[in-house]
Structure formats: structure tokens, C-alpha cells
């Protein structure tokens, strides 16, 4: 008879997730398409919904070091956090792609997910991760998202008009 062997959570791995998180992923192959999948966060609190995230894809990508967003996709944040008994850095950015954050490994892997507004309606939310995740799709971000061109340029003279301010010193000046 052979021994018997119980394996907790914590033997699997170090810090399981509380809740799944709502992701889908291509498989590791060649990489098509700009975005390596989808993840659709319960909340806007990006400090709130990291840690089970970062969980499931430490099996990707092992000891996660950095995640990258983009400042006015997401609440305030503070520069780095500790989850899983891991210091990670968080860098916002302005110049950082809207609906995307870059997850990144101690040993320089890295994943770029297309983030779904918590908001969305959970159907089209389904059709967008599903999407993202397909092996063959190099859809752009806002093809996945079914931004129209309107709204692509509505955004673009926002993001301009934010730049112009802040280089223009802004409530500061």
C-alpha cells in the first residue's frame, strides 16, 4: 500500500487565490497579437484585485517583480505592494496603453493583458476574454474592445489635451 500524500494549497502553491480571477490566456506558443489575453477585474482598486492575479499568473511567469498600467485606467495605487510574500512594483504611466497592463517576471518574461472595465456586461465580457485569448487573434486592443474609430479619436484628443496641460505646468502653473 502506498503512503498517502496530502497536499494543502500552500504546498501547491505559496498564496492560492481568495477569488478567480476572471482571466483567460493564450497558450505559451508563438505570441500573436498585441495583448496575451484578458482579465476582468471584479473592481477599479487595482491594489484590491493584484494579489489573486498575480497568483495564477506566477505559474506563467514564476516570482512576479512588476506591474506596469496605465494611471487614469485605475484608482491611486502605491509604488510597490507586497502579496504572496513578494515586494511588486507598481509603475502607472500616462503613455501606457488604456485597457492594458503589463505583468512582468524576476527573470524578465512578461504578460500584456487586455483589461475588460469591471462594468462591462458579463456576456460581452465572455466574447472580449474569449477573443483575447484565441490562439490566432492579433486584434488590436481597441478591436477587442469594439472601439469605434469616433471614440479612438475622441480619446486620443483627450489623452493630447491632458499632455498639453501637464507640460504646461497644470493646476500647479
Do not use: C
Amino acid at each position: 500500500m502506498a503512503p498517502s500524500q496530502t497536499r494543502t494549497a500552500s504546498a501547491r502553491h505559496p498564496t492560492p487565490p481568495e477569488y478567480t480571477p476572471r482571466l483567460r490566456l493564450k497558450p505559451k506558443a508563438q505570441h500573436t497579437g498585441y495583448v496575451d489575453g484578458a482579465w476582468w477585474p471584479y473592481s477599479d482598486e487595482l491594489t484590491t484585485e493584484l494579489p489573486d492575479l498575480l497568483a495564477v499568473l506566477s505559474v506563467r511567469l514564476g516570482p512576479i517583480d512588476r506591474v506596469v498600467y496605465k494611471f487614469s485606467d485605475w484608482g491611486t495605487a502605491p509604488d510597490e505592494f507586497v502579496t504572496g510574500g513578494r515586494t511588486v512594483t507598481l509603475q502607472g504611466h500616462r503613455l501606457q496603453p488604456p485597457n492594458t497592463i503589463e505583468v512582468l517576471g524576476i527573470d524578465g518574461n512578461r504578460v500584456v493583458l487586455l483589461v475588460v472595465s469591471p462594468h462591462t456586461e458579463p456576456a460581452r465580457a465572455h466574447t472580449t476574454l474569449m477573443a483575447a485569448a484565441s490562439p490566432d487573434n492579433d486584434s488590436t486592443v481597441d478591436g477587442l474592445l469594439m472601439i469605434s474609430l469616433r471614440d479612438k479619436q475622441s480619446r486620443a484628443q483627450m489623452v493630447a489635451a491632458q499632455e498639453r496641460w501637464d507640460s504646461e505646468g497644470g493646476a500647479a502653473g
